[in-house]
T-cell receptor
Framework: DVKVTQSSRYLVKRTGEKVFLECVQD?????MFWYRQDPGLGLRLIYFSYDVKMKEKGDIPEGYSVSREKKERFSLILESASTNQTSMYLC??????????????FGPGTRLTVL | GENVEQHPSTLSVQEGDSAVIKCTYSDSASNYFPWYKQELGKGPQLIIDIRSNVGEKKDQRIAVTLNKTAKHFSLHITETQPEDSAVYFC??????????FGKGTMLLVSP
């Protein structure tokens, strides 16, 4: 089974802090994604990566950056956390798509609270 | 870009009833339509998907239908059970690009 793990289930940070959310997948997937989930807004894509050291902006990249130094690890960085970044953050991974599948496998999420 | 609308936002049914969740999409080039189920405290998990060259797909109690002309697709769950209670998301994509998700439907199945 594909396993996507996220470094923390719950995180509380102060406004202005630099925050790192880590995600690791164990299935040698090419693609990795970061979403935020808010009530009534569904899943919104922040950033994704289709290869090591490659990154692409999603729909809501403002205030975030990402890092992918190794294939299995994708980090989301909040350079200066703000209260409006309080949310559930979900990491996902998928095959490149050459195998004919776009299935995304999600981690359990990190609930971030910024005070 | 693609826009996916999902209805209803909440759905309550009695155990054994059927449930239907509907989604519409805006980009006629979209050709992949998955449905994800998110149980409490977990990440979403793919339950069924359909591609644009197929009109209907079924897997036991769940089925998805696609109407390309009207640009809408639906999830049908028959003989609902309490364990079907969850949030369901539809999504759409073009080729192997990123997914655009609907806002979700909270399904509650009462015993």
């Amino acid at each position: 089974d594909v396993k996507v793990t996220q470094s923390s289930r719950y995180l509380v940070k102060r406004t202005g802090e630099k925050v790192f959310l880590e995600c690791v997948q164990d299935m040698d997937h090419e693609n990795m994604f970061w979403y935020r989930q808010d009530p009534g807004l569904g899943l919104r894509l922040i950033y994704f990566s289709y290869d090591v050291k490659m990154k692409e902006k999603g729909d809501i990249p403002e205030g975030y950056s990402v890092s992918r130094e190794k294939k299995e690890r994708f980090s989301l960085i909040l350079e200066s956390a703000s209260t409006n970044q309080t949310s559930m953050y979900l990491c996902a991974s998928s095959l490149l798509g050459l195998a004919g599948t776009d299935t995304q496998y999600f981690g359990p999420g990190t609930r971030l609270t910024v005070l | 870009g693609e826009n996916v609308e999902q209805h209803p936002s909440t759905l309550s049914v009695q155990e054994g009833d059927s449930a239907v969740i509907k989604c519409t999409y805006s980009d006629s080039a979209s050709n992949y339509f998955p449905w994800y189920k998110q149980e409490l405290g977990k990440g979403p998990q793919l339950i069924i998907d359909i591609r644009s060259n197929v009109g209907e797909k079924k897997d036991q109690r769940i089925a998805v239908t696609l109407n390309k002309t009207a640009k809408h697709f639906s999830l049908h769950i028959t003989e609902t059970q309490p364990e079907d209670s969850a949030v369901y998301f539809c999504a759409a994509s073009i080729g192997y690009s990123t997914l655009t998700f609907g806002k979700g439907t909270m399904l509650l199945v009462s015993p």
